[in-house]
């Protein structure tokens, strides 16, 4: 063999060698754990949850933790919506899992960590909108929508500048006891009302959680001759309320949330014709468009893995905690490196700049995370979708603007 070979043959051998040895290097691998509910009241939700999180967290990783040099693992825990197993089941985490975030399901999420997140810096991501009650400074727990006075304020915008200009809109609501984030609700909605000057609230009726009928609240908050009814409670209101309407011969429009909104109560009632005329408004893309990027994702994935595609508002209010999540954890290692991401690293990142909608693949607004509170305060947008001819349909294919709102819980 001449000289010239030998060092061409030793050139493509220390090539290779390289080539095998960077193969060779592991990922850095880390976790996010998160809370379901297999066995309490959400458990029927949970399978499209389970489906986002699988879809999202296989594309990251395959995308953006490949390029990073980065895998994030999840592991779920189900704690029946209930504060008392998150609280006995958070020690075991800390020690077993050491998490660098943790997605929350609701609001026994926030009642059992939210205290506790700043000494075991592990920040904790939901996919609700927010309560008044939690609407603090240095909070570690994050929320990619705001209030639900917030989303039902855009709303009211649109209607504002749409349909009713030349008066104040006559804002009636429906709501339950039961729960004081229910009725942190329509604090919310009233201090809304008084800080607006074209919206007033004209009465709450304030119902069972289940009840046999609500005809009876129906007909005398109709009186108040409402142009809206606000519920944002459950499908079990939403669908007794129009029942009502029907059976009294009227027709009030009912605004709701996107836990109990036309998909929800349609899945609920079995029949998208009862929701004919009534609305839904939330700070997150509404899934009816196919295109959005976070849905072309996850359809790609769904089939890529096996999953079974069924794009809805339930997937969506997972996916844009999912990839919240997924986008802090790439600005946690652009700011400390791969190797050296912690909980605290995650919760610094999100404060470090604006998550755009592109980022956010289309699923939300772009957010801007401040230390005044958990969700983003700046430049709020919701999209809101009503029945028609039994179709859902977008009011507008643009986010609406929501108005400013003053907080409503006195800071001790």
């Avoid at 296989?58 to 390029?67: C, M, V, Y």
């Avoid at 009294?248 to 005329?277: C, F, R, W, Y």
Wanted: with cysteine; hydrophobic share 40%.
């Amino acid at each position: 063999m001449s000289k010239r070979s030998k060092s061409i043959a030793i050139l493509i051998l220390v090539s290779l060698a390289m080539i095998i040895a960077a193969q060779s290097v592991p990922a850095a691998e880390y976790t996010v754990t998160t809370s379901v509910d297999y066995t309490g009241p959400y458990a029927v939700i949970m399978p499209p949850f389970e489906t986002s999180r699988k879809a999202f967290f296989a594309w990251w990783n395959e995308t953006k933790g490949k390029e990073l040099g980065i895998t994030v693992k999840t592991k779920a825990y189900d704690m029946r919506y209930d504060p008392s197993v998150v609280a006995s089941t958070w020690p075991g985490i800390l020690t077993g899992d050491k998490p660098i975030a943790h997605m929350g399901l609701g609001g026994p999420d926030v009642a059992a960590l939210m205290k506790r997140l700043p000494k075991d810096k592990v920040p904790m991501i939901m996919s609700t909108a927010t309560y008044g009650f939690i609407w603090l400074p240095n909070m570690w727990v994050f929320q990619p929508r705001p209030t639900y006075a917030h989303e039902a304020a855009g709303f009211f915008n649109w209607v504002h500048e749409n349909q009713i200009k030349d008066r104040p809109i006559k804002i009636g609501a429906i709501n339950s006891k039961v729960s004081p984030a229910y009725v942190d609700m329509i604090n919310g909605i009233e201090s809304f009302c008084k800080a607006t000057s074209w919206a007033e609230c004209v009465g709450t009726e304030w119902v069972q959680m289940k009840p046999v009928s609500l005809v009876s609240e129906v007909r005398r908050l109709s009186r108040k001759k409402p142009d809206f009814i606000w519920i944002s409670t459950n499908t079990t209101h939403v669908i007794g309320a129009i029942k009502a309407q029907k059976e009294l011969g009227i027709h009030i429009p009912i605004l709701g949330a996107t836990h109990d909104g036309v998909q929800m109560s349609t899945m609920a009632s079995k029949d998208i014709n009862l929701l004919e005329g009534h609305y839904d408004s939330g700070a997150v893309d509404p899934a009816v468009d196919p295109n959005v990027p976070g849905a072309k994702i996850y359809a790609e994935y769904c089939k890529k893995l096996g999953l079974e595609n069924k794009w809805s508002i339930v997937a969506v209010q997972a996916a844009i905690m999912e990839i919240l999540t997924l986008r802090a954890v790439e600005r946690a290692a652009e700011m400390v490196g791969s190797d050296n991401i912690t909980g605290e690293a995650v919760y610094n990142a999100m404060y470090a700049k604006p998550f755009t909608e592109e980022d956010l693949l289309g699923l939300a607004s772009t957010l801007t995370f401040t230390k005044e509170a958990p969700f983003s305060t700046r430049d709020l947008k919701v999209k809101a979708t009503t029945v028609t001819n039994g179709k859902q349909m977008l009011l507008s294919e643009d986010w609406i603007p929501i108005p400013a709102i003053p907080s409503w819980v006195k800071k001790k």
